[in-house]
């Protein structure tokens, strides 16, 4: 059974710093594209960054860009998010999310849910302004 751990989650001030980590344990990745999403209270769950296994290719949503950063450490089966220069609007839960089995094809169908099929149980992130 795959798990996925979120933690670094808190309460920050804009324009303060933040870094998330997820990690994965049991099951078994081969190549595992991960991802982070986030959901507000009363919204949908959206992208937020993406990288893949071999951690050369990253994506970001329009908002994060130059404030985020997503990376990973393999041999740690850990990915990070470092969010800097926050907003209050980025006050939401952020998951983790993965997938088991990936490849070398590491397209933009990666910045929606539906290749990932694993999902941490969310870490509660709050800015204040």
């Known amino acids: 059974q795959v798990q996925l751990v979120e933690s670094g989650g808190g309460l920050v001030q804009a324009g303060g710093s933040l870094r998330l980590s997820c990690a994965a344990s049991g099951g078994t990745f081969s190549r595992p594209p991960m991802g982070w999403f986030r959901q507000a209270p009363g919204k949908e769950r959206d992208f937020v960054a993406a990288?893949?296994?071999?951690?050369?290719?990253?994506y970001y949503t329009d908002s994060v860009k130059g404030r985020f950063t997503i990376s990973r450490d393999n041999a740690k089966n850990t990915v990070y998010l470092q969010m800097n220069s926050r907003k209050p609007e980025d006050t939401a839960i952020y998951y983790c999310a993965a997938r088991k089995r990936g490849d070398w094809a590491f397209g933009l169908e990666y910045t929606t849910v539906g290749p990932y099929d694993s999902w941490g149980q969310g870490t509660q992130v709050t800015v204040s302004s």
């Open positions: 990288i893949r296994w071999s951690g050369d290719i990253t």
